[in-house]
């Protein structure tokens, strides 16, 4: 399996402009997380999904922020418009909800964002 | 509001010597995840933790749970350089797989 998988890698940005992050999850996982880790506040939880319905949207910062997964393979995080201070690594996870396993989390490679 | 704390932050340590990373967590939860990672790197899965008492090893790392003190620790023995990187801890909010992260421990292992 490839893992999760990440575009773009990094992105340069101008304050104010469209961010569109996209994220591919493990086939078979019913759960997707996106986070945002920075110096300051560390890895935060942003949104999560199940079965494709997002479940909690309480770590969002702002509407600025909007996720959504159209289907099973695929979810996208958009910033608009974007602000230096969401300058960050957002990542992508998702875990299988069975439970003898303990729904271990795999997260994505990250997009390193940069927002001037 | 489940809080993770850590400690130490930040950890600086010879080749060959012992220690210990805390973990503790405010409120009661059934499983906790321990993960690495690497400078400008992603997280990897260390350890899944799901009852009281559990123990896990792999390699020179070794991790426990004591519910009833809302603890984990993660013990490295003789420690070598390729073990140094951010080891964060990750606590289970009871709402399906929601996970509240530690601060983070940054572990650096000197020659």
């Known amino acids: 399996d490839a893992g999760v998988i990440q575009s773009p890698r990094h992105e340069v940005t101008e304050m104010g402009q469209e961010v569109t992050l996209r994220c591919k999850p493990i086939?078979?996982?019913?759960?997707l997380f996106w986070y945002r880790q920075t110096m300051m506040r560390g890895l935060e939880l942003l949104i999560y999904?199940?079965?494709?319905?997002?479940?909690?949207d309480s770590g969002m910062p702002e509407d600025r922020f909007s996720a959504k997964m159209p289907n099973a393979s695929f979810s996208t995080l958009k910033i608009q418009p974007s602000e230096p201070r969401d300058s960050a690594v957002y990542f992508c996870?998702?875990?299988?909800?069975?439970?003898?396993?303990?729904?271990?989390?795999?997260f994505g490679p990250g997009t390193r964002l940069l927002v001037l | 509001e489940l809080k993770v704390e850590q400690n130490p932050l930040f950890l600086s340590m010879q080749e060959g010597k012992n220690y210990t990373i805390y973990c503790n967590y405010s409120?009661?939860?059934?499983?906790l995840y321990w993960y690495r990672q690497d400078p400008g790197k992603s997280l990897e899965s260390l350890f899944v933790?799901?009852?009281?008492?559990a123990v896990k090893q792999e390699g020179r790392l070794m991790a426990s749970l004591d519910t009833k003190a809302r603890l984990s620790t993660l013990h490295i023995t003789a420690a070598v350089h390729d073990l140094s990187a951010t080891y964060f801890c990750?606590?289970?909010?009871?709402?399906?797989?929601?996970?509240?992260f530690g601060t983070g421990t940054r572990l650096q292992v000197t020659l």
């Open positions: 996870a998702s875990s299988f909800s069975a439970l003898a396993g303990g729904e271990t989390q795999y």
């Open positions: 086939s078979g996982h019913d759960y």
């Open positions: 999904f199940n079965n494709n319905v997002p479940i909690d």
């Open positions: 409120t009661t939860s059934d499983r």
């Open positions: 933790l799901l009852s009281n008492g």
């Open positions: 990750a606590v289970n909010t009871g709402t399906a797989s929601k996970l509240t």
